[in-house]
C-alpha cells in the first residue's frame, strides 16, 4: 500500500530546494540603488547580484516614494494548481507594474493578490532581468 504523506514530504522538500535562490531578505529599490553593490543573499546563502542598468530603469520610471517601499526582486507565486497564472501578493509591485504600463488599470488588487498570466510574468523576467522571480508553492 502506498503511504501519501511520503510523496508529500518529498515534494515540500523538492520545493524547498527550488525556493533556495528566492532572496531572502528583500531590500526595496531605494536601498539597491544606494549600495556600491545590489546584491543580497538567497535563502540558500548565496549572493544574488542585481542588474544596476534594470535598477536605474525602474528609477527613472517609478516615484521615488514607491522607490522607497517596493522591495525587490518582486515575488510571483506559482503553483500546480493555476498553471496559467502566478500570484502577485505584493500591492506595492502591484502598483510599480500599473505604472510602468506592463499590466492593465483594468487589473485589480484583490483579497492580498493580483494573478497575472505567466507568459505576462515571463516576459517581465526578460525585460527586467533580476528585478523579478519565480517562488514555488
Do not use: C, K
Not at 18 to 37: Q, S, W
Not at 40 to 47: F, H, V
Amino acid at each position: 500500500m502506498y503511504d501519501d504523506r511520503v510523496l508529500q514530504r518529498w515534494l515540500r522538500l523538492e520545493l524547498g530546494r527550488m525556493n533556495d535562490g528566492i532572496v531572502a531578505a528583500r531590500p526595496t529599490l531605494a536601498e539597491l540603488l544606494e549600495r556600491p553593490e545590489p546584491v543580497a543573499l538567497t535563502r540558500g546563502g548565496e549572493e544574488y547580484r542585481f542588474d544596476r542598468s534594470v535598477l536605474r530603469l525602474l528609477a527613472d520610471r517609478l516615484p521615488g516614494t514607491l522607490q522607497r517601499r517596493l522591495r525587490l526582486p518582486v515575488l510571483f507565486f506559482a503553483s500546480s494548481d493555476v498553471p496559467d497564472s502566478v500570484a502577485l501578493q505584493d500591492p506595492h509591485a502591484f502598483e510599480a507594474l500599473r505604472i510602468l504600463g506592463e499590466i492593465s488599470g483594468l487589473r485589480e488588487f484583490r483579497d492580498g493578490r493580483a494573478w497575472v498570466g505567466r507568459a505576462i510574468a515571463y516576459g517581465l523576467l526578460a525585460r527586467y532581468p533580476t528585478a523579478f522571480q519565480f517562488a514555488f508553492a
